[in-house]
């Protein structure tokens, strides 16, 4: 039986996995085809207007977070799930029929808001239910997973759009909406865990007991009471660099290193490959840690991932060089130049891949389970704010100094985010055994009134 439910654990991650990564992949088409879409509305090759669009579908992305964020701590999640998967599907679809022009802006405009609703319904309901169905011990590990979907879906998105890009960039949106819609089928056929979750099931016998609580508005201040919790949500700034890094990278690769937008997609899996294996690798060693009893061990590797890569970064985007026309991979991975820089970002990238796992499973290790899903509604909404403000800054210094410096502004959000992570590091360990006592008291309450 174990087995069994191990087997339908790993099967409703996957399920989450791709689910996820569909819905982050709408979020990275446009930059591969930054100019081409510029062009096709109209813009004449000016890209503020579609920093302007990216910060306008990250904001509405945020406010749906937060309010289903903290649905998701009410009501059934799967449901939200389920709707949020139907709304970013229907409206990716519709974007294959978008027209060139103004006119064409202001639809795609209205379809990538409404996109953005449905992605919001999504993202803190399965994270809600993750932290169910893993248990403490494995947090590291299991959010490391849900959190490469983000990746996943960056490369596909990122992929399908250089696919299509030279044919017809709406295709790529008609391809991952027709994916999302058989998701949704599927989410049918899934079966809601009990909050409870794993760490405290031995507590009770199989379906005895239903943990009756649910987040009420007043728990908002109890919630934000704890330091780590505050800490956790403002560090907002980590996002930044990475928005204005992605927004702006095949511009940059063919305007300053003559590097065009295939081999810039090849050089960004090998990146993206890299931050991958640091999630994993360092999800393994925050658990191994944590069941050793070092319960700091996450925060410190969290605050290690953000320090490091940053000279790496910053010694990768001022390396001098320039492929040659019509360059071919073998250029790219044997001219010294783009070697060195592909090496320094992978290292760096590889090194962040620390805070990932990290970061979810010290949010639901510090949060009850009716708080788990406001909390993170709320961390993501601060997180997008810093996603919508990277293309949006991104855009800007470019077009007035070009894509180079457009990217080097990126190092200086990215110096700021280890200052984040000293009040958590101080703060976790008494604030995270606060919360088990509260928990294992109500589970115990909960026993007795049903006579257990």
């Not at 996820?20 to 510029?38: C, D, G, H």
């Not at 509305?41 to 937060?66: C, E, H, K, R």
Request: aromatic content about 14%; charged content about 15%; overall charge positive.
């Amino acid at each position: 039986m174990k087995k069994k439910n191990q087997n339908s654990s790993v099967l409703t991650i996957i399920l989450f996995i791709i689910i996820v990564s569909l819905a982050y992949s709408t979020q990275n088409m446009i930059s591969p085809n930054l100019i081409i879409i510029s062009y096709y509305f109209g813009f004449g090759g000016d890209t503020t207007q579609l920093g302007v669009l990216t910060f306008s579908f990250t904001i509405v992305s945020g406010i749906s977070i937060a309010v289903f964020g903290y649905l998701s701590d009410k009501i059934t999640r799967k449901w939200l799930v389920f709707v949020g998967t139907l709304i970013y599907s229907l409206f990716s679809i519709i974007i294959v029929i978008v027209p060139s022009g103004f006119e064409g802006y202001l639809l795609f405009f209205f379809l990538t808001c409404i996109a953005g609703i449905g992605f919001g319904a999504i993202i803190p309901s399965i994270f809600s239910l993750i932290g169910d169905i893993i248990s403490q011990d494995d947090r590291s590990k299991g959010f490391s997973f849900f959190s490469i979907a983000s990746l996943i879906g960056m490369a596909l998105g990122l992929g399908l759009a250089t696919a299509f890009g030279g044919t017809d960039w709406r295709v790529s949106f008609l391809v991952v909406g027709i994916a999302g819609l058989i998701n949704a089928l599927i989410i049918l056929f899934f079966q809601e865990p009990s909050r409870i979750g794993k760490d405290f099931s031995f507590m009770v016998k199989k379906d005895a007991v239903d943990y009756t609580y649910r987040i009420k508005v007043i728990d908002l201040k109890v919630i934000f009471k704890k330091k780590s919790n505050f800490w956790l949500v403002i560090n907002f700034v980590d996002t930044i660099p990475t928005g204005i890094i992605l927004f702006l990278l095949f511009a940059y690769m063919e305007d300053f290193h003559n590097i065009p937008p295939d081999l810039s997609f090849i050089f960004l899996i090998f990146i993206l490959l890299s931050t991958l294996i640091g999630t994993v690798i360092f999800g393994f060693i925050g658990d191994s840690q944590f069941k050793k009893g070092k319960k700091k061990a996450r925060v410190i590797l969290a605050l290690l991932g953000n320090i490091v890569p940053i000279p790496f970064v910053f010694l990768a985007l001022i390396i001098p060089f320039t492929l040659p026309d019509n360059a071919t991979l073998t250029d790219l991975f044997t001219n010294p130049g783009s070697l060195t820089m592909i090496l320094l970002f992978a290292i760096g990238i590889f090194a962040n891949g620390a805070v990932n796992g990290s970061w979810y499973a010290t949010i639901v290790d510090l949060n009850l389970p009716e708080h788990r899903g406001t909390i993170l509604a709320t961390s993501n909404f601060f997180d997008i704010i810093g996603r919508a403000l990277g293309p949006l800054i991104g855009a800007i210094v470019a077009d007035k100094f070009g894509f180079r410096y457009g990217m080097m502004i990126s190092i200086f959000f990215w110096s700021a985010i280890p200052f984040f992570w000293i009040s958590i590091l101080r703060n976790i360990v008494p604030e995270m055994e606060a919360t088990e006592k509260i928990f294992k008291e109500r589970i115990k309450s909960l026993s007795k009134s049903n006579k257990i």
